[in-house]
């Protein structure tokens, strides 16, 4: 069994920042891309970032240049660095990671974290 924890989120001040962590634990063979999404009340799941394996870095057009994505294979944990944060990044910020176990490979969820960003 797999699981993503989550931690980091919370309340902030417009141009503030915060830093999203998310664990990986369990019978884990490997770990492909690990990525962020988001989902604000009244509208969609949305892509934040993702990293590959290789440590390549995508970002959605609203969080580039303010927000790195990384990752750290040793720890099975992927980080989101937020900076320069605008009211309108205050979402449920979810984990979401392709792991291969025995026999299986999944599309794992954490359980999601609040980001508040508010004066």
């Known amino acids: 069994q797999v699981q993503l924890v989550e931690s980091g989120g919370g309340l902030v001040q417009p141009g503030g920042s915060l830093r999203l962590s998310c664990a990986a634990s369990?019978?884990?063979?490997?770990?492909?891309?690990m990525g962020w999404y988001r989902q604000a009340p009244g509208k969609q799941r949305e892509l934040v970032a993702i990293?590959?394996?290789?440590?390549?870095?995508n970002y959605a057009g609203s969080v580039k240049g303010r927000f790195t994505i990384s990752r750290d294979n040793a720890k099975n944990t992927v980080y989101l660095q937020m900076n320069s944060l605008k009211p309108e990044d205050t979402a449920v910020y979810y984990c979401?990671?392709?792991?291969?176990?025995?026999?299986?490979?999944?599309?794992?969820w954490g359980q999601g974290t609040q980001v508040t960003v508010s004066s």
């Open positions: 369990g019978s884990i063979l490997s770990i492909h891309f």
């Open positions: 990293i590959s394996s290789d440590g390549s870095p």
């Open positions: 979401n990671a392709g792991i291969s176990t025995i026999g299986t490979l999944y599309d794992y």
